[in-house]
C-alpha cells in the first residue's frame, strides 16, 4: 500500500490514474493528453505498473494501459476530484485522441473495402438478433469471453448483466472503433477489449462461463479448431453460443472472404469435441438469410475424476 501511495504521490501521475479510468491509451495518447514527452510519461507510467496501479497489454507495435483492478487504484481514481478543471480538461482530451483514432479506423475500412456492419450488410436484423443472443443467456454471466468482438456492439448489448467482459478481435481497426464505443457509454469500465488470435487465446482454461462467437466461425479456415479453442477457456458447465449464418447457397458471399457458406445442426455438432459439449436446439432469426443461434453448454466435471480434482485444486 505504502509503495502505490508513494508511485500516486505526483499531479502528472495522478492525472494517468483518471484518464486510466476511462479509457485504454497508449504512451503516445497519454503524452499527447498530458502535453509532455514520451520518455517522460513512460517514465511515470513505468513506476506506477511496477506498484500495481495500472495494467499494461501490448497489441503489435503499442503498449496500452487500463487502470489495475486493485480496490487501491480504483479508490484513487474516484476520488480524483471530478470537478477539478485539469482533470476535466485531460478527459475532453482524451475524447478527441479517440474520436480521431475511431475516425482514422473507419478511414482504413473504407480505403480497404472492408465491411465492419457486416450484420447490416447481408440485410440481418440485427435487433432480433440481439434479443435472441440474450435469451440464450443466463440472467447473471459472471465472466463473459467475446471472440471477433469486431466493434464490440455485444458487450454494450450484455453489460447490464456481466460481471467482467473481455472482447478479442484480430483486427487493430476494429479494436480501435471499439474502444472508443466503449470509452464513450457510461457503465462499461467492467469491459475490456484486446488483439488476440481465435486459434490460440491467450487466455487460462476454464475461465469463462460464458463464450460468445458472432459472425465469426464462417471467417474461419478451420472452424473445429476454433470452437475447440473457445471449449477450452470454458468453465464446466459454462456456456458456448455460436451465432452464424445457416447453410445457404449465396456463393457471392465467398467472394467477401466466408470460407463457409453456413452451418447445419449436425455439421455444428460435428466439429465441437466428442463427449464434451451438450448442443441444445438452436434459435432461428429470419432474414435476407436465415441466422442461428447454436447453445453449446461444457458438461460438468464428473465427481472424483482427475479433470475434477485439478479443477478443484
Not at 14 to 29: E, G, P, S, T
Not at 197 to 216: A, I, K
Not at 241 to 250: C, G, M, Q, T
Request: aromatic share 4%; net charge neutral; glycine share 8%.
Amino acid at each position: 500500500m505504502l509503495t502505490q501511495l508513494r508511485a500516486a504521490a505526483d499531479p502528472t501521475r495522478l492525472r494517468i490514474l483518471a484518464l486510466a479510468a476511462a479509457c485504454d491509451l497508449c504512451v503516445a495518447d497519454f503524452a499527447e493528453v498530458l502535453r509532455q514527452s514520451q520518455p517522460r510519461v513512460s517514465r511515470h507510467l513505468g513506476v506506477m505498473v511496477e506498484a500495481g496501479l495500472l495494467e499494461r497489454r501490448r497489441e503489435s507495435k503499442n503498449v496500452f494501459f487500463r487502470l489495475a483492478p486493485t480496490g487501491l487504484a480504483q479508490e484513487l481514481a474516484t476520488r480524483a476530484a471530478t470537478s477539478d478543471e485539469a482533470l476535466a480538461a485531460d478527459r475532453r482530451a482524451a475524447q478527441r485522441v479517440m474520436a480521431e483514432r475511431a475516425r482514422q479506423a473507419t478511414e482504413l475500412f473504407r480505403m480497404q473495402g472492408a465491411n465492419w456492419d457486416e450484420m447490416g450488410a447481408l440485410g440481418l436484423p440485427h435487433d432480433e438478433i440481439e434479443r435472441a443472443v440474450l435469451e440464450r443467456l443466463p440472467e447473471r454471466v459472471q465472466r463473459l469471453l467475446d471472440i471477433g468482438t469486431g466493434t464490440g456492439r455485444m458487450l454494450q448489448v450484455i453489460a447490464p448483466r456481466a460481471g467482467s467482459m473481455l472482447g478479442i478481435d484480430a483486427s487493430r481497426a476494429m479494436l480501435a472503433l471499439a474502444r472508443t464505443r466503449l470509452a464513450e457509454q457510461p457503465g462499461l469500465r467492467h469491459a475490456a477489449v484486446r488483439q488476440g488470435d481465435m486459434y490460440r487465446l491467450e487466455l487460462p482454461d476454464g475461465h469463462f462461463d460464458t463464450v460468445l462467437m458472432q459472425m465469426v466461425l464462417h471467417y474461419a479456415t478451420e472452424p473445429a479448431q476454433a470452437l475447440a479453442e473457445a471449449m477450452r477457456v470454458l468453465s464446466p458447465g459454462g456456456r458456448l453460443i455460436v451465432v452464424d449464418l445457416a447453410r445457404h447457397e449465396d456463393k457471392t458471399l465467398a467472394a467477401e472472404g466466408h470460407h463457409w457458406l453456413g452451418f447445419d445442426d449436425a455439421g455444428l455438432e460435428r466439429m465441437l469435441p466428442a463427449g464434451e459439449m451438450e448442443l441444445e436446439k438452436p434459435s432461428v432469426v429470419r432474414g435476407k438469410l436465415e441466422t442461428r443461434i447454436w447453445v453449446a453448454r461444457r458438461k460438468p466435471v464428473a465427481a472424483g475424476s482427475e479433470a475434477a480434482r485439478t479443477v478443484d485444486a
